[in-house]
């Protein structure tokens, strides 16, 4: 085995001046505070989470602006990939109806189910 070769010093003070850089960047950021704040625990589904599954928990943006980081985390909520994805997909449809309605000029539905009820009621023929 061949003789290790003296570490260089600066390198490693570098090396551990950037891992300081990043853990305080990332303390920074909305999803390092959301992790401080809340219990590691799906809003939706209710799954724990540890520090090996962590990854799979994501900070969802309750109006769905990522730009609104109140620092007390009024506007996140913890949520696991697959309940992020579905809170989306249900935000994205809501959005396309709204967006069919206003093009249309008003709701899209046509069934009256109750149209002539009140005849019924009554009796009337």
């Known amino acids: 085995m061949a003789p290790r070769k003296p ?47 962590l990854s799979e928990l994501t900070v969802h943006h309750k109006d769905h602006d990522h730009h609104n980081n109140p620092p007390d985390g009024s506007n996140w909520e913890l949520l ?22 206003r093009r249309e000029g008003g709701p899209t539905t046509t069934s009256k189910p109750f149209a002539g009820l009140d005849k019924l009621l009554k009796g009337d023929d």
């Open 7 to 53: 570490s260089d010093p600066s390198k490693a003070e570098g090396i551990v001046a950037e891992g300081r850089r990043a853990r305080a960047e990332w303390d920074r950021s909305y999803r390092g505070q959301a992790l401080k704040l809340f219990p590691w625990v799906c809003g939706s589904c209710g799954r724990d989470f540890d520090g090996k599954n």
């Open 80 to 101: 696991c990939y697959w309940c992020h994805d579905n809170e989306h997909s249900r935000h994205a449809v809501a959005q396309a109806s709204a967006k069919s309605q």
